[in-house]
């Protein structure tokens, strides 16, 4: 009986910190909608945690996440004790120092092999000026360790006392160089400016065993389908050269830290159907497959396997996570670890050992560990959401759901080759309304069918609420030539792919128009804009949500900080024939053909987006006449960080819904 009592108390402590008491929840956090109360609050509280912010190190025994203490957002640790046998739950979770990184985005989170520090990039009231800053483990002080206009991509060497990281001297597509900061003495020298044949860009470092040189990721001439690497002679970095051949098209090719020998580095690249893993001579140049994956790669690292040299390699997809060893001794023979229906993200591999975190639609996450060597390895759970909560995070059944588009695309999924066919999941509440007429879907119009957990669709569900979340075409997660299937194209087909995807829901539901709404956030916010003021023929939604979504593609390429993705996706606007696609494909100039109320969501610190978009368009609808509201998330920055900017986007989203859907249309 001991057991249970020590897991209440952890369970009331961890609901103390993060402000779950029911006395809060009656004041604040619950939703309205309808005849329902939604306790969004108590929903988002069963995994307080970033869903991206996670690394681990099993050599130290930690699992580090960014994790929300109230009002403030900390890093926590979870120390994971040395039997496998122990399941923690994610209420063990401690604070780490009393640092606030609710103001800031951060990425690149990491655990210091040396001696256990955390590092990462970070930036200040979500400018997207990131730089690199350091935290104590045991004191929590946090330091920061450079101070450049935006830091964006950094590696430390193996010992942990240099830095080398690639400093941009403004947004998207201005001039950068490389830097390496000594840790000890603190000096900080330019080691190479960039010029058009490789400047550096959003991306990774790789550094050569004996620190000879580093491997980098470039853009010739700036254009994201002309993706490299360049190495670097830290010896004389002036003789820096590019590896790949650059008349093949690719996109963010990356070297990783593996190095199969000095002078041979594992790369992965997306160059043809799918993206792989491939071996790199820096001296010669060679550039040897390794893998022969039809799904992306989503995870490749070498390690000694029985005294022999194999790549773990993990291809993932909507539909689940399959593991491989392939042979390194120039046979490439490959063994099947494992398969699981589930996304699985790589924390840490270490004396063959693997520590992965997992998601699927049903499950908001799992720490698991494997032993690579075992004939047959399993994953053993080491940590695991508090009992009890599943009652409160699950509000969704869902499926998977395969439909028509218009064309003969090639769909790579599960195992399979499909033509003509689109993925998504449909997620149906548990409680659905009683009457037909009170039923509402939503279909997600970019970003979608993703294999992992959504509280935002949760607190739809609990409310009564379908959700449709499809993957069009240039979708990122499911081969590289589907990806690339709309470069060029924007606003195009893959827009013709949401309508059909919305017959689909129709066919399935059987829902009239009025009562099916489209929304997106960041490029969906466009595609739902788009959709919604294109010709497509029938009436397809009675209703639109846009978050932090753009109408004017040249306006956004003028006052973005990713330029270089506009040009990937939209064009070159050099080209007049591309500058006129972009004004028609503009939601902004084909107002007249909104017939549907929209509700625009944005925060006025965003940077990816800028806040200006959504406040012009919303005069300019109302100056026609169309029906249009628009929340603005003061301090919020692209993506709403703070729990009360996600309550306050979620409850005008529901009130808009209440007002808007209808079987009759609004």
């Known amino acids: 009986m001991r057991m249970p009592s020590i897991l209440a108390g952890r369970l009331l402590a961890w609901a103390l910190l993060i402000g779950l008491m029911p006395t809060l929840q009656a004041r604040e956090g619950v939703l309205k909608f309808r005849e329902r109360d939604i306790d969004a609050l108590s929903i988002l509280s069963t995994h307080p945690f970033d869903g991206a912010r996670w690394t681990a190190s099993l050599r130290h025994g930690k699992v580090l996440a960014l994790g929300y203490f109230g009002d403030v957002q900390h890093a926590a640790v979870i120390e994971l004790p040395p039997q496998r046998g122990a399941v923690l739950s994610t209420a063990d979770a401690k604070p780490v120092g009393q640092h606030d990184w609710l103001s800031s985005l951060t990425h690149n989170w990491q655990i210091r092999d040396s001696d256990g520090a955390y590092f990462l990039r970070a930036d200040s009231q979500h400018n997207e000026q990131f730089n690199i800053f350091s935290i104590d483990p045991n004191s929590g002080a946090v330091t920061q360790r450079t101070f450049a206009h935006s830091v964006i991509a950094f ?69 994201r389908r002309r993706g490299n690497l360049t190495y670097v002679p830290l010896d004389n970095p002036g003789e820096a050269r590019l590896l790949l051949d650059q ?223 499809p993957a069009p075409r240039g979708t990122p997660y499911l081969s590289s030539a589907f990806e690339r299937a709309n470069d060029g194209d924007f606003g195009g087909a893959e827009i013709t792919d949401v309508a059909y995807a919305s017959d689909a829901l129709r066919r399935l539901s059987s829902m009239a128009v009025g009562q099916i709404g489209l929304f997106g956030h960041s490029h969906g916010g466009y595609a739902t804009l788009r959709a919604l003021t294109a ?58 053909r909104l017939k549907v109320p929209v509700l625009l969501v944005h925060g006025d610190r965003d940077r990816r987006v800028p806040y200006s978009q959504s406040k012009l368009l919303f005069e300019l609808l109302r100056g026609h006449g169309k029906r249009a509201e628009l929340l603005t998330l003061e301090g919020a920055g692209h993506g709403y960080t703070r729990t009360r900017d996600r309550l306050r986007a979620l409850q005008a989203t529901l009130d808009f819904i209440d007002r808007h859907a209808s079987p009759t249309g609004s």
């Open 155 to 223: 590696s430390l060497n193996t010992t942990g006392t240099k830095i080398a990281y690639v400093e941009r001297l403004g947004p998207e597509g201005a001039p950068t160089r490389l830097r390496l900061l000594e840790m000890v003495s603190g000096e900080d020298r330019i080691l190479l400016e960039d010029n058009q044949h490789h400047p550096f860009s959003w991306g990774y470092i790789s550094w050569q065993p004996g620190e000879q040189g580093l491997v980098l990721t470039c853009l010739v001439n700036g254009e």
């Open 247 to 469: 008349n093949i098209r690719r996109t963010f090719p990356r070297a990783l830290g593996s190095w199969v020998s000095a002078s041979e580095v594992l790369a992965v690249s997306g160059e043809g159907t799918a993206r792989n893993a491939y071996r790199l001579n820096v001296e010669s140049g060679a550039w040897i497959p390794v893998t022969d994956l039809k799904s992306n790669l989503s995870f490749a690292q070498v390690i000694n396997n029985n005294g022999g040299w194999s790549l773990l390699a993990l291809a993932s997809d909507p539909l689940g996570t399959r593991g491989y060893l392939y042979e390194l001794d120039g046979s490439f023979n490959k063994r099947q670890l494992f398969s699981v229906r589930e996304f699985l993200a790589v924390l840490d591999v270490y004396d063959n050992r693997l520590l992965v975190r997992h998601s699927n639609p049903q499950l908001p996450f799992a720490i698991s560990e494997m032993t690579l060597t075992d004939q047959a390895p399993q994953l053993v759970p080491r940590v695991v959401m508090p009992p009890g909560s599943r009652e409160r995070y699950r509000q969704c059944r869902s499926r998977a759901v395969t439909f028509d588009t218009f064309d003969d695309i090639r769909l790579e999924i599960g195992g399979k080759s499909l033509r003509g066919q689109l993925h998504g999941f449909l997620y149906e509440p548990l409680k659905p309304p009683t009457e037909a007429r009170h039923r509402v879907a939503l279909v997600q119009a970019f970003y979608g069918g993703d294999n992992r957990f959504n509280f935002n669709y949760q607190i739809y569900c609990a409310a009564g609420i379908s959700v449709f979340s």
């Open 535 to 592: 010709n497509l023929g029938q009436p397809r939604w009675g209703f639109g949500i846009s978050n932090s979504g753009f109408s004017d593609i040249y306006e956004q390429y003028s006052h973005s900080n990713i330029k270089q993705w506009i040009v990937k996706e939209a064009g070159d606007p050099q080209d007049p024939q591309v500058l006129a696609r972009w004004r028609a494909r503009s939601p902004r100039f084909h107002l007249d």
